[in-house]
């Protein structure tokens, strides 16, 4: 910090003058009177010699300049609470609702409790695999991919197909088969859950481990997110064009390059047909898990993700969130 020249006078006289003002009450006893005087003389002596009352060395006397207060923006507090309707109760273990444009957290419920995340690891399955691949790239199906443990679309063994098709189905039809053949096509099975991993350390989900592509549990827990990593993910997902299309679409069909193989998929979220403004995103079931939701819905001035684990009726538990934020919340109205 610099002092100028008369600042550094100034709190040398200031200092010398307590000095003696200091044994002037030694010698005196007339404490009051002296210090009155003392306030008043380095007042306006001050006030002459430096109007910003600026600060002066060593703390000798130290006086904060007024600042203009920040403007408040209300555009920053919506969505605004103004409901008094207490939250509904859930079945779900955690739960989360976050408004995506504002990036506020409207509900809350255990939202770091690491639990298994089903399929919904799909959706860094595709984000991954979007990486790999391009989308009119062959990946071929390997045997042991059919014998998946999962959701199937029944992909017949070293037939060939494209990887936008693969990465529809699975997203769509949460196809296990699908998913299994995006991650050994190109790379091996443990390098592509290597690249799963640090894609999601790039994308900052500290409390996440994926030890598969699938969503299975895997043993002992070791396949967990939470739901503050799951919206994470969300988001990087929904950013991403393919995939932000893919966990809209009603049905679809995959075709096999090599042969008249077709199968159709029906998506697992049952919303997409019953509630109005809903944008995807993806479904996950297992032993392990119970049910899990990542909900996206949105009309011209709102856009909200819910996201439930451990439910014991996910869809029942996302409707009463979505109701209770659309009645207690209010948004900007222009």
């Not at 006086?63 to 109760?89: A, C, H, M, N």
């Not at 019953?274 to 479904?283: F, N």
């Not at 996950?284 to 049910?291: D, I, K, M, S």
């Not at 996910?314 to 209010?330: E, P």
Request: hydrophobic share 40%; proline share 4%; charged share 20%.
């Amino acid at each position: 910090m610099t002092i100028s020249v008369t600042r550094r006078f100034l709190a040398h006289l200031i200092r010398s003058f307590t000095y003696i003002l200091w044994a002037a009450d030694w010698g005196t006893g007339l404490r009051p009177v002296v210090y009155f005087l003392a306030v008043v003389y380095v007042a306006f002596f001050i006030g002459i010699v430096n109007s910003n009352l600026g600060s002066v060395l060593n703390g000798v006397l130290v006086s904060t300049r007024y600042t203009k207060p920040d403007v408040i923006s209300f555009e920053k507090i919506y969505p605004l609470k103004y409901g008094t309707q207490p939250p509904p109760e859930l079945s779900a273990i955690s739960a989360g609702v976050f408004e995506r444009r504002s990036g506020k957290v409207l509900f809350s419920q255990l939202p770091d409790e690491k639990l298994a995340p089903a399929s919904t690891t799909k959706l860094i399955t595709a984000l991954v695999a979007l990486e790999l691949y391009s989308p009119g790239e062959k990946v071929i199906v390997p045997y042991f991919c059919t014998n998946i443990d999962s959701t199937k679309a029944f992909l017949p063994a070293d037939e060939q197909f494209l990887a936008r098709e693969l990465i529809y189905t699975m997203l769509v039809g949460s196809a296990g088969d699908a998913a299994c053949a995006l991650a050994t096509s190109k790379v091996s099975y443990s390098e592509f859950v290597d690249k799963m991993r640090q894609k999601a350390a790039v994308l900052g989900m500290k409390n996440t481990n994926f030890v598969n592509p699938i969503g299975l549990d895997g043993f002992n827990g070791v396949h967990y997110s939470t739901v503050s990593d799951l919206y994470l993910l969300s988001l990087a997902a929904l950013s991403n064009e393919t995939v932000q299309d893919a966990v809209k679409t009603r049905e679809y069909t995959v075709k096999s390059l090599t042969s008249d193989f077709t199968y159709k998929v029906t998506n697992t979220n049952r919303f997409l047909w019953e509630i109005e403004g809903t944008i995807g995103i993806k479904t996950g079931t297992t032993v392990g898990a119970g049910e899990v939701l990542i909900y996206g819905w949105q009309d011209k001035k709102k856009e909200l993700i819910i996201i439930v684990m451990g439910s014991r009726d996910r869809f029942n538990d996302t409707r009463n969130l979505l109701n209770w934020v659309l009645d207690n919340y209010a948004w900007k109205t222009d």
